[in-house]
């Protein structure tokens, strides 16, 4: 019998929202969302917005805090750089780790996202790994050693606990603020062989109990689909969530 998976639905506000915005925003959406349970809600604000956001999520557990980067150094020397530690600070609890934006417009390799991953486990974040294909390599169809390789290289050396407390987001970099989103079909079938794939490099029982987020133009139109979908269980929401009530139906859509 396949393993009851909780959906996750995260909001990453990319470099949007001040500081001054966030407690109108939550006002808001924390009374949309007044009656939801069953859902871990995640909300990933710019860091100059954390500080803001952790005091006002200190009063519900309904709303989780995380970040958008994090280094994969401990301290020292690296101007512009977020450790863990000042993170786990603001009672951070998960980070995203290789957005396609950070590989893309960043440089950052395979290697670094596995060296934030290790990061992110040994000081106790979550982190949500995420992956994803051009619309270049789709046409070529190279996608999935695309994906093959994303996940390996950056699961390697991890320990099965470690891999089963990583949440892999698949987000096709041709769907990312274009305003295409995959098929159902689409994104059933990437997510089905990402997580055929964390079997190979783990076990089938940890494989059932990962989660894997889709992201990639998610809206209250689309949302309850792409959620229906078996192996897809939540969303990495960019724009839709910068509206607190857009976001809260994606957040509902995750129950129906």
Known sequence: MPIPRKKI???????????????????????????????????????????????????????????????????????????????????VRYVLIGHSERRRLFHETNKIVHQKLVMAHQSDLLPILC????????????????LERQITEAFTGLSHDEIADTIIAYEPVWAIGTGLTATVEQAQDAHSFIRKTVAMLSSPQ???????????SVTP?????????????????????????AFAEIVKAALL
């Not at 860091?47 to 005091?55: M, V």
């Not at 992956?131 to 695309?146: C, D, M, Q, W, Y």
């Not at 940890?206 to 990639?216: D, H, N, T, V």
Request: glycine share 8%; hydrophobic share 40%.
């Open 131 to 146: 992956v994803g294909e051009t619309l270049e390599e789709r046409e070529a169809g190279k996608e999935k050693s695309v």
């Open 9 to 91: 639905v995260a909001a990453n506000w990319k470099m949007n929202m001040t500081s001054s915005e966030v407690a109108p925003y939550l006002n808001t959406f924390l009374l949309e969302i007044k009656n939801v349970e069953g859902v871990d809600i995640i909300l990933i604000p710019p860091f100059t917005s954390l500080s803001k956001a952790s005091e006002l999520l200190a009063r519900t557990s309904q709303v989780r805090l995380g970040a958008q980067n994090v280094s994969f150094q401990a301290k020292g020397a690296f101007t512009g750089e977020i450790s863990a530690t000042m993170l786990r600070d603001l009672f």
């Open 206 to 216: 940890i494989a059932e109990k990962i989660r894997l987020q889709y992201g990639g």
């Open 221 to 245: 139109d689309n949302a309850h689909s792409l959620l229906s979908a078996p192996d897809i269980d939540g969303a990495l929401v960019g724009g839709a969530s910068l509206d607190p009530r």
